[in-house]
């Protein structure tokens, strides 16, 4: 008799230098110890300088691939990444709304770090009207926050009242990324609004590297793990955020200009 093994997915982008985007998520789902599986939507051709071309996957492909996964696998968690626009977004809705998969982990890629369009403007409608309403969480960064809630975000308060009318839209739980575009900063502060109506900032140090490529990615996917293995919500985003920081602090020399983040990180790592 075989052992059970934890299986979850990610439905995402192939991104060629393997620091985000599926290769991440796969990594992290490894390092957090269960089965990953992948559905592509799309392959981005980029390195640590950026992102210099893309495709998207046919629709019929992306839907081919979920019904294998449906048809064989016991997924019990899974996220969304890049979704590119509104007809694949669309098609992983259909696909995904009788909920075969357990949780659902959306994070909301819009644009990477080196300013690539990884969902087009129109798409963020769809995206809040057809996902937003079957996701247990969504993790936008702080752009992405302003996009999506159309807030400012100047203060502390406005991140809340954004969290708030983020949650408005659907979501069960909302975790918002902060800021860290300004070398000064010494702390990166989340703010994560919870189901039950709790609510608390969680903070580590900002850690001065540009070897910073698959943060977003490596963060929701660890969360995605956690779940899977039955963490509450609450504890899984917060071994996420331990993890994250442990992957950017401990740099790996990889790629000349932004590189990815070091997935090989053990837990016990302070
Ligand atoms: N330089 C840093 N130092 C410490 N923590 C960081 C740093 N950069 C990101 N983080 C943390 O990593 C996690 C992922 O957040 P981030 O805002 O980078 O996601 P993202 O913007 O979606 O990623 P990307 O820009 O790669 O798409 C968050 O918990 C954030 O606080
Ligand atoms: C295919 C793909 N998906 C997502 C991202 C953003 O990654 P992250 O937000 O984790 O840096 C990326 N660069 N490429």
């Known amino acids: 008799m075989l052992n059970e093994f934890t299986q979850v997915l990610t439905i995402a982008g192939s991104d060629s230098d393997g620091s985000a985007g599926a290769q991440a998520d796969l990594k992290t789902f490894m390092a957090r110890g269960v089965y990953g599986m992948s559905v592509l939507t799309a392959a981005v051709a980029g390195n640590s300088y950026g992102i210099h071309d893309s495709v998207n996957m046919p629709v019929s492909f992306i839907e081919n691939q979920i019904k294998d996964i449906k048809d064989d696998f016991k997924v019990s968690a899974f996220k969304t990444g890049m979704l590119s626009d509104s007809e694949i977004i669309h098609t992983v809705t259909e696909a995904i709304k009788d909920k075969p998969f357990g949780y659902f982990v959306l994070d909301p890629v819009i644009i990477t770090k080196h300013g690539a ?32 809630s159309g807030l400012e975000l100047e ?116």
């Open 117 to 148: 369009m990884l969902l087009e403007t129109e798409a963020y409608q769809t995206l809040i009207d057809e996902l937003f309403p079957l996701a247990d969480l969504i993790t936008p960064n702080f752009y992405e926050a302003k996009k999506l």
């Open 155 to 270: 203060n502390k308060e406005e991140i809340i009242k954004a969290a708030h009318k983020l949650r408005k839209l659907g979501p069960k739980n909302i975790m918002i990324k902060g800021e860290h575009s300004d070398d000064s900063i010494d702390e990166v502060e989340d703010y994560v609004l919870l189901e039950d109506g709790q609510s608390f900032w969680i903070s580590e140090p900002y850690v001065k590297t540009e070897h910073i490529n698959g943060t977003g990615d490596t963060l929701s996917s660890c969360i995605v793990a956690e779940l899977a293995k039955g963490q509450s919500m609450e504890d899984a985003i917060k071994t996420a955020k331990t993890f994250t920081y442990n992957a950017i602090k401990h740099e790996i020399a990889v790629g000349h200009k932004y590189g990815p983040i070091n997935h090989f990180v053990k837990d016990d790592i302070q």
